[in-house]
């Protein structure tokens, strides 16, 4: 299955394809950026994922959920996605969100790593002070053994957390819920400490995770107040991403409980090892427009402790 859009280049017109994919025992799962639920199960990790994403400008494709992406900042989100689950395995360290490319290093220069490395380093810092661990790389050699690139954060990070004793149905939460973290009782959502929150294999968690700064459609970090979108090809190239839910354990040893791949690929190009044909039904074309805005996104402000609503089924 694949998602496209159509690439305004200054030389020649392509297709792209955006294509998101969560690795199960059974094989890839596509994933539907236009908030379709999916049901994941492995050994580690069960729940569902849900991620939609905004069309560009000018895509005559309707913006699916647009109360959740529409509203918030003065541009709105560009996507959001919501990760549901329980833990099916006991953690042998920290839980951790990460991002990585496996095919080689990141493609930058002294000055631009320089750059960079100062603000992660003050993004750790401040990290830390919330208790949520941050750790990054740019990808380099390190006892003879080539350490990929990827950043890795707390899951915590989210903009809201929902934990309950069932799943339930994604998307979850509504306008009336602000940034925060909700835990069911009763049948109703009340605000808690997040702090106070420990997982087990009982709890089923569900991290929302929203940005106006990433597009995967049009690869590019996006809405960079002075500057505009800046293309992740200067960075990594057209290689995939690699997103999903990490055991960091002892000794740097990893276990991924959860992977999944985000790439683009032209329209030309076949997979055919894979064997995926795209249908009508699948296929969504997009015309790409770079967005160039330097409004910054706000963030609701805390809600308050014992605040609760009646959830939603």
């Not at 025992?25 to 492995?42: D, K, R």
């Not at 500057?227 to 000794?251: E, H």
Request: aromatic letters at 8%; hydrophobic letters at 35%; a neutral charge.
């Amino acid at each position: 299955m694949w998602f496209s859009r159509k690439a305004s280049e200054p030389t020649a017109c392509r297709d792209k394809r955006l294509r998101v994919q969560i690795q199960t025992p059974s094989g890839p799962m596509t994933l539907s950026p236009f908030g379709e639920p999916l049901s994941i199960c492995n050994e580690h990790f069960e729940g569902t994922i849900f991620f939609a994403h905004r069309p560009p400008k000018g895509s005559d494709l309707p913006l699916s959920h647009p109360s959740r992406l529409n509203g918030k900042g003065s541009l709105g989100l560009l996507w959001e996605v919501q990760l549901q689950g329980r833990l099916k395995t006991k953690l042998r360290g920290n839980l951790l969100m990460q991002a990585e490319l496996r095919d080689s290093p990141m493609k930058m220069g002294p000055i631009m790593r320089g750059v960079a490395n100062i603000v992660l380093k003050f993004l750790q810092y401040h990290a830390s002070l919330r208790n949520l661990t941050l750790g990054y790389s740019f990808g380099q050699q390190k006892g003879g053994v080539w350490e990929k690139p990827h950043l890795a954060i707390s899951p915590e990070i989210s903009d809201r957390l929902f934990v309950a004793d069932r799943p339930h149905a994604l998307p979850l939460g509504d306008d009336s819920l602000e940034n925060g973290t909700w835990k069911e009782v009763d049948q109703r959502w009340v605000a808690v400490d997040r702090s106070t929150l420990s997982l087990d294999s009982s709890s089923y968690v569900t991290w929302a995770f929203s940005t106006r700064y990433m597009d995967w459609f049009a690869w590019q970090i996006a809405n960079v107040p002075g500057v505009g979108s800046i293309d992740l090809k200067s960075f990594w190239g057209d290689q995939p991403c690699w997103i999903g839910l990490v055991d960091d354990g002892q000794q740097g040893a990893q276990r991924w409980l959860l992977e999944s791949c985000v790439k683009i690929v032209d329209s030309a190009e076949e997979d055919t090892a894979e064997g995926d044909a795209a249908s009508d039904r699948d296929l969504a074309t997009f015309s790409e427009v770079s967005s160039l805005s330097s409004s910054p996104f706000s963030v609701s402000p805390a809600t308050e402790k014992g605040k609760s609503h009646k959830v939603s089924l």
